[in-house]
């Protein structure tokens, strides 16, 4: 949550921060700040609402001096969104500027200890505390002071800091959130991300945890907290600029939607070979895998939900019986796993502070950890046993579309990968599983090529008060994700339901004209859904049905009927997922939201 940038080097720097600062704002929208040190002072802009507020406020950046400065994106944790509690923090004699991501856990206790000496505090939030432990414990020199500072700092953290007194520095930190360095010709830059740098370098440094950055115009040192130097890897970004860019899209999200068969491909491609599934990133050996008794599946958000239907599938595949855990919830419940548990962590960001601590805890019990990470070098990637990427490329919109749909796609190769180590898949599924895989890009490209008829009812629909999504089995994991979707970007309410528990309290909420979206893919249960469907209509329910063509008796029981290509049953939440985030999309682009950017959220959930 909340981006940070910087810039020192020759140009002027407040243009670039607050375009790097727009690649970033995915990360929270809610205020916009920056400082720049102009020769003679530190000069704060800062700005309540998304970055176009500051940068109309600044003439794009325009109207402020400088070639070293720093940046901030927020989602607020301490402090409402204000144009006090935005970011940058000055210290109390306007001498030091502090951006940071993260939480200082111990901020009351370091603000009483300060406000005991006199020191005046401005806002609300947890960061100002370091521009002020900075101010009072310095003695001449800047990075001493910031260690110092560090030591007394209980939490997470990406700082960047700059002082009045020496324009030709930044300073740098990460503890365990994350911050990269652009390496530039005479300028350097930090973000929290590549994206807000990919236009002016692909040269970086990763920081570790602890690591200090000294930034200067033509050098950069990293250095731990006893001041050794460390020798750090220059890592060179492949990413293609135009992925983080709309590319004559209105949305981010659109753009996403309409990248899925290229990501899928991108993921399982260069993941089978000779017709058989090769995860080299797996170190497990045969025997640990026959070992496991348990499969532990640990994220948050949508990276859940695809864990809900890894759980149908891993179960019918492996034979093992499969935990899906919140990990929000997993930490604190005393779990019962072991070294015999295998544990699976899904998340695109790679950086969701509760996926990363249940993570923890999961490898404190001794279990091996296998993550799905889309950002490579993120820390749930580089602290887990071993790591399967899936190639989406960057994602921007907030309501994730192709992370889900590619991470999907690798509990699949890893469903077919383990079942045929463990012996639980016969040959002839084993080919017909990476048959339907392969041929998923080709399927989704057609479904997406008849969006507009999802447009269509969308039309029909926008203005629902409530909606509610039902399915069973694999089909009721699917509904989580599309009625998520739904809600998160147009706010209408919307439920989830399996389908057969709907008469056990919920379908008294079911009037004249409610809309139900009935998925209806799983073949084996197309009875019961059917009479599911029925129950509703009876009540005066409007029911969209998702179904497969070769099942077109649907339509007897539904008002419409959103109809996909076939695949197995295993895979059809990779067709069926599509429909719904169109639906979604359209309907929040009919109710006028700002769907890349829906209200109280953040795409990067750094905070517990
Ligand atoms: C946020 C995002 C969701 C995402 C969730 C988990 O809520 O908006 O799209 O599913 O975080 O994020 P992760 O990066 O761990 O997948």
């Not at 790679?350 to 091996?368: I, L, Y």
């Not at 919307?494 to 057969?500: D, K, L, Q, R, T």
């Amino acid at each position: 949550m909340c981006g940070i940038v910087g810039y020192i080097g020759y140009e002027q720097a407040a243009p670039l921060l607050l375009s790097s600062l727009e690649k970033l704002e995915y990360r929270g929208y809610d205020s916009a700040g920056v400082c720049l040190n102009d020769g003679e002072n530190l000069v704060v802009k800062k700005a309540k609402g998304q970055l176009k507020v500051l940068k109309e406020l600044t003439n794009d950046g325009k109207t402020l001096k400088g070639t070293v400065g720093i940046g901030h994106t927020r989602w607020a944790t301490h402090g409402e969104p204000s144009d006090v509690n935005a970011h940058p923090h000055l210290s109390d004699s306007e001498r030091f500027a502090v951006v940071h991501n993260g939480i200082i856990e111990n901020y009351i206790q370091l603000k009483e200890h300060l406000s005991a000496k006199g020191v005046a505090f401005r806002s609300k939030t947890d960061t100002e505390v370091i521009a002020q432990l900075i101010e009072y414990y310095y003695k001449g020199n800047l990075v001493d002071t910031v260690i110092k500072v560090l030591s007394k700092l209980e939490g997470s953290y990406a700082l960047g800091v700059i002082s009045k007194d020496n324009p030709d520095e930044i300073i740098a930190v990460r503890k365990e959130s994350p911050l990269i360095i652009g390496l530039g010709e005479n300028e350097n830059y930090i973000a929290s991300d590549v994206t807000a740098i990919l236009a002016k370098t692909r040269k970086i440094y990763r920081l570790e945890n602890n690591e200090i950055a000294i930034i200067k115009r033509d050098g950069v040192k990293v250095v731990d907290t006893d001041k050794e130097e460390i020798a750090k890897e220059v890592e060179i970004v492949n990413w293609d600029i135009s992925a983080a860019e709309k590319g004559g899209y209105e949305h981010f999200m659109f753009k996403e939607i309409m990248e899925q068969p290229k990501a899928i491909r991108d993921t399982v491609a260069p993941r089978i070979k000779d017709g058989r599934v090769v995860l080299d990133e797996i170190k497990l050996t045969d025997e640990q895998l026959k070992g496991f008794n348990k499969i532990n599946i640990l994220a948050c958000g949508s990276a859940y939900h695809v864990g809900v239907v890894a759980k149908y599938v891993f179960e019918k595949v492996l034979r093992k019986p499969v935990e899906v855990d919140l990990a929000s919830e997993f930490r604190y419940r005393d779990p019962i796993i072991d070294d015999k548990t295998l544990t699976v962590v899904i998340s695109q960001s790679g950086e969701t502070a509760d996926t990363k601590e249940a993570m923890k805890e999961a490898q404190r019990r001794g279990s091996h950890v296998i993550s799905i990470v889309n950002v490579v070098g993120s820390a749930i990637a580089t602290e887990s046993d071993d790591v399967i990427y899936t190639w989406a490329g960057p994602e921007i919109a907030v309501a994730t579309t192709k992370a889900y749909s590619t991470q999907l796609a690798v509990i699949y190769l890893m469903a077919i990968y383990f079942g045929d180590k463990l012996g639980t898949i016969s040959g002839e599924d084993y080919q017909m599983y990476i048959s339907e895989l392969e041929q998923l890009p080709e399927k989704i490209t057609k479904i997406l090529e008849n969006k507009e008829n999802i447009q269509y009812l969308a039309s029909q629909n926008f203005n629902s008060r409530d909606v509610f999504f039902i399915g069973r089995n694999i089909d009721y994991a699917l509904s989580l994700e599309g009625s998520l979707k739904l809600k998160e970007i147009s706010y209408i309410h919307s439920e989830a339901y399996a389908a057969g528990e709907l008469k056990h309290g919920t379908i008294s909420l079911i009037e004249q004209g409610t809309l139900v979206i009935a998925l209806a893919t799983h073949e084996a249960l197309l009875g019961k859904i059917i009479s599911n469907i029925e129950e509703v209509q009876t009540r005066g329910a409007n029911v969209i049905g998702v179904a497969c063509e070769n099942h077109p008796e649907i339509s007897n029981v539904t008002q419409s009927t959103i109809f996909l290509p076939q695949t197995c049953d295993m895979l059809l939440p990779s067709l069926a997922v599509i429909p719904l985030q169109l639906f979604a999309y359209y309907v929040a682009s009919l109710k006028g939201c700002d769907i890349d950017k829906p209200r109280n959220l953040a795409k990067s959930v750094t905070v517990e």
